[in-house]
């Protein structure tokens, strides 16, 4: 007599391109397109029938309205004056997007030369924060200003990056940098002292959360100019100052310049460990 693992053994291997009555049990749902997505999709569910089957009325209202709620939160604001390009895709829902400082800095005409005469259209340099170490600029062109400011929105808030803050309020070091012929100076203030700068450069810090420094803005204050290198010196991960291309050619001038020194860079440079000596 065969012992039961022999007969096991024995056994045919189930044939998985046929359907099974015992373990096939489905139950599926067609969801139609909607605001969040532009695709119909179909969800299937297995072994479990009654999950659709034992929705009540009341439960369907509910989960309806949630998934309404959800889709306002998440849903992107469109372009306004009858704008029919694509919204931009945003990282961030709704609701988030509302509480962010949003200062539209610069608004210009420029003007396009082409064979057939000239372009013209309007130029905006939008910056966006959070107020808490998050701060982006976004540039955007279009012949109307309200579309140029939207789509600058969009792409500051793409661009956003970090910025390392002492005690969150102020950097960490003395900083100074070059940008064509326009030179800043930043330096940290204690706490309650405010920030005393440039305009252009109280927006973008405002934004950015630092509360206490003073600025220094020599040579050419061209405000595209000072926001760009005020930029280059918050954002960390720019290449070393005069650094080229990597094949023998002179380096862009916005690539140059580090960003800003944080806590673990001047840990390095003193060798030992900066401690906090605050107690409130």
């Known amino acids: 007599m065969r012992a039961p693992s022999q007969i096991a053994y024995d056994l045919p291997f189930p044939d998985?391109?046929?359907?099974?009555?015992?373990?096939d049990l489905a139950d599926h749902r067609q969801f139609p397109p909607s605001k969040v997505s532009p695709f119909a999709s179909r969800v299937v569910v297995r072994n479990d029938p009654s999950l659709f089957a034992a929705d009540a009325s009341d439960a369907k209202?509910?989960?309806?309205?949630?998934r309404e709620e959800g889709e306002e939160e998440d849903e992107v604001p469109e372009k306004e004056n009858g704008d029919n390009d694509h919204a931009p895709i945003l990282p961030l829902s709704r609701r988030e997007l509302d509480k962010l400082h949003r200062f539209p800095?610069?608004?210009?005409r420029v003007t396009q030369q082409t064979g057939k005469g000239k372009i013209h259209r309007r130029g905006v340099l939008v910056v966006v924060g959070?107020?808490?170490?998050?701060v982006g600029y976004g540039e955007a062109k279009h012949d109307d200003a309200t579309r140029a400011t939207n789509r600058a929105f969009a792409m500051a808030v793409r661009n956003m990056d970090y910025v390392d803050r002492f005690e969150g309020r102020t950097t960490w070091t003395e900083m100074s940098s070059k940008l064509g012929a326009t030179r800043i100076i930043l330096r940290p203030r204690p706490v309650g002292f405010g920030l005393h700068c440039n305009p252009n450069i109280h927006q973008v810090l405002k934004a950015?959360?630092?509360?206490?420094i003073s600025a220094k803005v020599?040579?050419?204050?061209?405000?595209?100019?000072?926001?760009?290198?005020?930029?280059?010196?918050?954002?960390?991960?720019?290449?070393?100052?005069?650094?080229?291309?990597g094949i023998g050619g002179p380096g862009r001038k916005l690539d140059k310049g580090s960003g800003v020194r944080g806590k673990q860079e001047i840990e390095l440079e003193r060798g030992r460990k900066l401690l906090n000596l605050r107690t409130q």
Do not use: Y
């Open 16 to 23: 998985i391109s046929k359907p099974n009555p015992l373990l």
């Open 61 to 66: 209202d509910g989960s309806k309205q949630e």
């Open 105 to 108: 800095l610069i608004t210009r």
């Open 130 to 134: 959070n107020g808490d170490g998050l």
């Open 208 to 212: 950015a959360g630092i509360k206490d």
């Open 218 to 245: 020599w040579g050419s204050r061209n405000p595209l100019n000072v926001i760009k290198l005020l930029f280059r010196m918050l954002h960390a991960g720019n290449a070393p100052l005069a650094m080229g291309n």
